[in-house]
């Protein structure tokens, strides 16, 4: 769906409907200007013959018709629903109400389904709603465990919002080995933000203590930090005035949030975005194209829900690509499980299958499509992207 036409479709008619509004106006105050001077003029008028009252409004006339205050109207109002009519068309184009035209009838697992709904909810924080759903949809174990994992994480996230990093701190030193064996550096990232903490409201030699006592296991790997941290104890009661004032920045309370999320996802093995969110984020950018083809498929008489294999592209933005396609430069099909891409001698790669139609036996010599080497099925070997 294209949202930069619609916005500038949309802007067009804002701007179209601005300027008929400012012409209209100016008409309707220029015949009003006209009409109350004419008026005035009668009023003063002590001869009140039948022929000066009639000079009197036949100038207002001519001075009317010079105005033309109903074809200037009415050119602005067509213009104007020229370009409404333009926008209305665009929208219909982009959001096309029958989008059940793109529905498959898949058979689902409620109870899969039911257990995917709940663990949004419980995704998102919403506990309450995650318990009710879960009871009325008679899924009461449903995500019980991750339920209070993500729990403690978000009340550790309304305490570091609060600025009381001590919870947080907690949960890192408890995961330590978990998270250094993933390279992340949350937990030197909640010492500085507390260092800095202390302090701009404790002073110099409270955030020297607190360096001593929990710096001292990150100095092999972040001693370019702790440095700089050092450093800001000569700016103390003046650190907004240093060269480290970068360090008093809300973003950093932003960006160590963010990674506590995540890492804590990354330790239950869930990602960091609701699945269920990511797969109707995903749907919603394939709808149109879905929407064509379906489209196209009926106009030709063919139902495109019995097909095995969307024999299109659908354009995802990049937060949706997970992992590598392979397409095989031969059949121009993406390789599945049952068709994998297969790694020649020669370094090229086909699909299994296009190896197949290129030679009848596992042993017999076929030459590769992109160079004179030849090789056999035996010698392919199947790789993994």
Known sequence: MDFTSIQEAFDRVAKKQKLCYTKTQEVIDRTLHEVEAAAEHLNEIEDCSVEVLKGVLRDLQIKLNEIGPLSRIGVSQKELNTTTSKYGKILDKSFNPDIAKAYRDVEFDSHLINQIIVQHFYRLGLFELGDCFAKESQESNAAAALKTHLYEM??????????????????????????????????????????????????????????????????????????????????????????????????????????????????????????????????????????????????????????????????LDNSFQFHSVFACPVSREQSTADNPPMLMCCGHVLCKQSIQKLTKSNSRMFKCPYCPLETTANQCRQIYF
């Open 154 to 315: 978000y009340q550790n996230l309304d305490q570091l919002q609060a600025k009381n990093l001590e919870p947080a701190l907690n949960w890192a030193r408890k995961n330590r080995q978990s998270l250094e064996a993933k390279g992340s550096s949350l937990e030197f990232q909640l010492h500085q933000l507390q260092f800095v903490h202390v302090l701009t409201t404790k002073g110099r030699g409270e955030a020297l203590e607190y360096a001593k006592l929990n710096f001292l296991p990150f100095s092999a790997e972040y001693m370019s930090g702790i440095q700089r941290l050092m450093a800001c104890l000569l700016w103390a009661n003046r650190l907004e005035f240093s060269p480290y004032k970068d360090l008093l920045s809300s973003a950093h309370w932003d960006k160590v949030a963010l990674e506590f999320t995540r890492q804590c996802c990354n330790l239950l093995g869930q990602p960091y975005e609701s699945p269920l969110y990511v797969t109707l984020s995903a749907g919603s950018q394939a709808l149109s194209s879905l929407l064509k083809f379906a489209t196209v498929m009926s106009s030709k008489k063919q139902e495109w829900a019995a097909l095995k294999q969307m024999p299109i592209e659908i354009p």
